[in-house]
C-alpha cells in the first residue's frame, strides 16, 4: 500500500464512525466527505498511471541501500535506516551475511529486494542449461466437500472422470476435503474427516 492509500483508507474509517457514533449527524455528513476522498484517490491513482513525474512525487523512487557490494552510508542516512535494520531485511530474504549482497533497493512499499553476488546465488536449472517440464497452476476440484464444475471444465474435464479419480483414494468427490489436480496431471486428495 503506497502512503496516500493508507492515508485515504484512515481517513475513510474516520468519516464512517462519525455518523455512526452520533445519531444527530446526518448520514450524509460522512458519505459525501467519503465520496470526495474515493474521488481524490482516484485522481491521484490517474496522476500515477499517466505522468512518470507525478509517479514518483506521490510514490517515492526506490533508494538502492548496497549498489555493486558496498552500503551507501548517504541513502542509509537519508532512509533512516539502521545497519541492524538492514541485516533484519536481508535475514528476511535468506540472506545472513552482508558480504554475499550485490544491491539491496529498498521499495517505495517499504519492502526490500536483495539480488546477491553471482556466486551465492541459488543455483538454477538455466545455469546447466536444463529446461524443466512445464508446471502450469494447481485447480481446486473439490474444496470443502463442493465440487468445483468450473475449473473441470478448464481443464476439460468432466464430473464422471473426477469420480472414477477420486475412487482411487477410495472415496467419492463429496467426501474429499480438498482435490487438486497440476499442469503435470498429479492429483492431490485430502479425506475430510468425519464429525463426531
Given at each position: 500500500m503506497q502512503p496516500f492509500e493508507l492515508v485515504v483508507a484512515i481517513m475513510i474509517a474516520d468519516l464512517a464512525s462519525v455518523p455512526m457514533a452520533d445519531t444527530g449527524i446526518p448520514i450524509t455528513n460522512g458519505i459525501i466527505p467519503i465520496l470526495e476522498l474515493l474521488l481524490i484517490q482516484l485522481g491521484i491513482s490517474l496522476v500515477n498511471l499517466k505522468s512518470i513525474k507525478g509517479r514518483s512525487i506521490i510514490c517515492g523512487v526506490p533508494s538502492i541501500l548496497i549498489y555493486?557490494?558496498?552500503?551507501?552510508?548517504?541513502?542509509?542516512?537519508?532512509?533512516?535506516?539502521?545497519?541492524?535494520?538492514?541485516?533484519?531485511?536481508?535475514?528476511?530474504?535468506?540472506?545472513?551475511?552482508?558480504?554475499?549482497?550485490?544491491?539491496?533497493?529498498?521499495?517505495?512499499?517499504?519492502?526490500?529486494?536483495?539480488?546477491?553476488?553471482?556466486?551465492?546465488?541459488?543455483v538454477i536449472p538455466e545455469d546447466?542449461?536444463?529446461?524443466?517440464?512445464?508446471?502450469?497452476?494447481?485447480?481446486?476440484?473439490?474444496?470443502?466437500?463442493?465440487?468445483?464444475?468450473?475449473?473441470?471444465?478448464?481443464?476439460?474435464?468432466?464430473?464422471?472422470?473426477?469420480?472414477?479419480?477420486?475412487?482411487?483414494?477410495?472415496?467419492?468427490?463429496?467426501?474429499a476435503l480438498v482435490v487438486t489436480f497440476d499442469g503435470k496431471g498429479q492429483m492431490f486428495c485430502q479425506v475430510k474427516e468425519e464429525k463426531k
Open positions: 555493486r557490494g558496498k552500503i551507501d552510508e548517504k541513502v542509509m542516512k537519508k532512509e533512516k535506516f539502521t545497519i541492524n535494520e538492514l541485516q533484519e531485511r536481508l535475514r528476511q530474504n535468506n540472506v545472513f551475511n552482508i558480504g554475499d549482497v550485490e544491491y539491496a533497493i529498498l521499495e517505495t512499499s517499504g519492502q526490500l529486494t536483495v539480488i546477491q553476488k553471482p556466486e551465492k546465488r541459488n546447466f542449461n536444463i529446461t524443466p517440464e512445464y508446471e502450469g497452476i494447481p485447480y481446486d476440484l473439490v474444496v470443502d466437500g463442493k465440487v468445483m464444475y468450473e475449473n473441470l471444465k478448464i481443464i476439460g474435464r468432466d464430473y464422471n472422470w473426477l469420480l472414477k479419480q477420486v475412487e482411487k483414494f477410495k472415496i467419492k468427490p463429496e467426501q
